[in-house]
């Protein structure tokens, strides 16, 4: 049994401060796949490798339900309102289709809104002020309305997260309304107001790639739902070219605020990771990379201020080790790395051996599906979940007629 001195530590622990979460750039996923095949960092096998680790990344989200996509999310809903009266005006004025408040504001996210004159429904097409918006050409009246008309408003569309995908039924309280087909909602159509007792998922009008939450009877009151959903990763992309930004040097660091010389930092850069270095030279590179040292220091980039000014998630460790030193910026592969960062890569790694035709893509595809299954079994969080007898059951493979296959290396 190895002595112990009193008062040592034998069991040495870095401090909290030096183990961060892992986190893997899409730079790291590249190399990764390219130093599987020894391939060059250039030209068409980076383009290739790039574009399997981006396939892959898109594909991820959709093989299992992944702990780490797991989040929570709130709707709040809004009364509708009626207060004052409208005047509009179809053509002439100052705005083609001009609706005017009296009495009262139009909300300052009205677009999403619809509203009710005579008992016939509108749409909204923009917001020109607090008192004047205008309406959808084809969806107004085609004529004049008198000043002093009533009106009802209510909002149609509740937008969900952007990187939604899927989600729990909605939860208030002591309510919970049925989730129901687009179609099926659209049926229920008389312009009530109430409690939801029916709601459904479509696309968000006028937002791309967005969803958003319909109720029915429309809400007269506000109220909180709550759900749990399943998200799509932080998208990945390319600084003009290249996978990570590099140009120029860090100048200081002060708080959580660094300042560079000779960059050209932009809001593109918000969320990705800023790497560290201490060479002047060199680019930091990732821990298994051995053209130069790895990087001494990561954190997020919450915002850029300026061309030569971004704020940090948290303040370096060592802040004043990277005065004229070069560093990287490049986006996270938002996956929870401790269980799935493995499989991650040898599926990008059998995704480049079939875009390059190589015979070996058969072998390494299997290797993957077998890690895939291994990672999802690491990502059971449940005690309860680990005990099923099939390990293989309910799980999709992201090429078909691999499942329960026996692979050696």
């Known amino acids: 049994m190895p002595s112990q001195t009193a008062g040592v530590d034998y069991r040495p622990v870095k401090p909290y401060a030096g183990r961060p979460i892992r986190i893997y750039t899409f730079q790291d996923a590249v190399n990764a796949v390219l130093d599987h095949f020894d391939a060059k960092t250039i030209g068409k096998g980076l383009k290739l490798a790039a574009r399997a680790v981006s396939d892959v990344y898109d594909l991820f989200p959709t093989l299992h339900e992944w702990s780490y996509l797991n989040r929570r999310g709130r709707i709040s809903t809004v009364a509708n309102q009626d207060d004052g009266t409208v005047a509009f005006d179809l053509t002439g004025g100052v705005n083609e289709r001009q609706l005017t408040l009296t009495g009262a504001t139009w909300p300052s996210d009205v677009r999403d809104y619809r509203i009710v004159i005579a008992n016939v429904e509108y749409d909204i097409e923009s917001r020109v002020s607090s008192t004047v918006v205008t309406l959808v050409p084809g969806k107004c009246p085609t004529a004049d309305v008198a000043s002093g008309t009533a009106y009802n408003l209510y909002r149609v569309e509740y937008p969900l997260p952007i990187d939604f995908r899927r989600g729990s039924e909605l939860d208030a309280d002591d309510e919970w309304p049925e989730q129901v087909s687009p179609d099926e909602l659209t049926?229920?159509?008389?312009?009530?107001?109430?409690?939801?007792?029916?709601?459904?998922?479509?696309?968000?009008?006028?937002?791309?790639?967005?969803?958003?939450?319909?109720?029915?009877?429309?809400?007269?009151?506000?109220?909180?739902?709550?759900?749990?959903?399943?998200?799509t990763p932080r998208p990945i992309s390319n600084f003009t070219g290249a996978l990570q930004y590099s140009t120029g040097t860090i100048s200081g660091v002060s708080g959580n605020v660094v300042t560079g010389t000779g960059t050209a930092w932009t809001d593109r850069m918000i969320g990705s990771v800023i790497r560290f270095g201490t060479s002047a030279t060199d680019l930091p590179e990732g821990e298994l990379e051995f053209d130069a040292a790895p990087y001494a220091e990561q954190r997020i980039v919450m915002d850029v201020t300026s061309a030569t000014e971004l704020l940090l998630d948290a303040e370096l460790v060592s802040p004043?080790?990277?005065?004229?030193?070069?560093?990287?910026?490049?986006?996270p592969i938002d996956i929870e790395a401790d269980a799935t960062w493995q499989c991650f890569l040898k599926l990008a790694v059998a995704d480049y051996a079939g875009k390059t035709q190589r015979k070996d893509f058969p072998l390494l595809r299997q290797i993957a599906n077998q890690l895939l299954d291994e990672a999802k079994w690491a990502d059971v969080r449940t005690r309860g979940l680990a005990r099923k007898d099939n390990r293989n059951a309910d799980f999709y493979y992201p090429w078909p007629g691999l499942g329960n296959v026996n692979v050696t290396p």
């Open 187 to 231: 049926e229920s159509r008389d312009y009530c107001f109430g409690s939801p007792r029916r709601y459904a998922i479509r696309g968000a009008t006028g937002r791309y790639g967005s969803l958003a939450v319909e109720f029915y009877p429309y809400p007269n009151t506000a109220r909180t739902y709550d759900f749990s959903y399943t998200a």
């Open 320 to 331: 004043s080790a990277y005065s004229s030193k070069k560093y990287t910026i490049g986006d």
